[in-house]
């Protein structure tokens, strides 16, 4: 993880072996679940070439996602839906999903390492990591088994909605998106909190 060097060292206040890595994906698009994911490594089977998977081609997130899969100790996968988003906000929906991904843990964590600044509220003791897909091995699998499982949300959605363009822009708020929205509406499963959803009434 060569881009860790550009941070000081992370100091972890745990030394056991059931660290879990947290993190997100899809805070931002307009549509869809976010998805979190929490990856127990297994330090008796460790995975070569784990990085932020927002660094790393479609084709090579596919391959590392299977790998965790197979040799993690233990990984889980969690959502927060477009109501709970639009219910909650963005910023709460997030760590209910990252607060199910923890729980459905097995074995369970004992300690957690969340990428971003805030801890999502969980029992468990745990340290926020700015930047923490880039600077520990288990947040950075949690990233990829986290953007590969919500990828291929959008295909899905895509395979159903194909004058959308969710294959291509995986429903973040591109020129193609918006156009489409203004062309077709809103589906039920935008959010609909969302700018530009919530401020143009006649997309509904």
């Known amino acids: 993880m060569a881009e860790a060097m550009q941070w000081p ?4 206040d745990y030394q056991g ?12 698009p307009l ?12 330090p008796a089977r460790p995975i070569t070439g784990l990085a932020d998977s927002k660094k ?8 590392l996602d299977q790998l965790i899969r197979e040799q993690a100790l233990c990984f889980a ?7 709970e988003i639009d219910t909650l906000n963005i910023h709460h929906a997030t760590h209910l999903a990252m607060r199910r991904a923890i729980d459905a843990l097995t074995p369970a964590a004992e300690y957690l390492l969340v990428d971003g600044n805030k801890l999502p ?3 468990l003791p745990g ?28 295909v899905a959605l895509d395979a159903a909605h ?9 429903g973040y708020p591109t020129r193609e998106h918006l156009d489409a929205l203004k062309r077709l509406g809103p589906l039920p499963e935008h959010r609909r909190s969302f700018a530009p959803l919530k401020h143009q009434h006649n997309l509904f």
């Open 17 to 28: 072996e059931r660290l879990a890595g947290v993190d997100e994906v899809g805070r931002g």
């Open 127 to 154: 340290q926020a990591v700015v930047k923490g897909d880039a600077r520990h091995d288990a947040i950075a699998a949690a990233s990829i088994i986290a953007k590969v499982t919500r990828d291929r949300q959008m």
């Open 162 to 170: 194909p004058a959308y363009g969710f294959a291509r822009h995986k």
């Open 31 to 42: 549509i869809g679940d976010v998805v979190a994911a929490a990856v127990i490594l297994d």
């Open 121 to 123: 509220g969980h029992v």
């Open 9 to 12: 060292p992370l100091v972890i």
């Open 77 to 83: 996968i969690a959502h927060a839906t477009p109501d």
């Open 56 to 63: 790393l081609s479609s084709k090579r997130r596919e391959a």
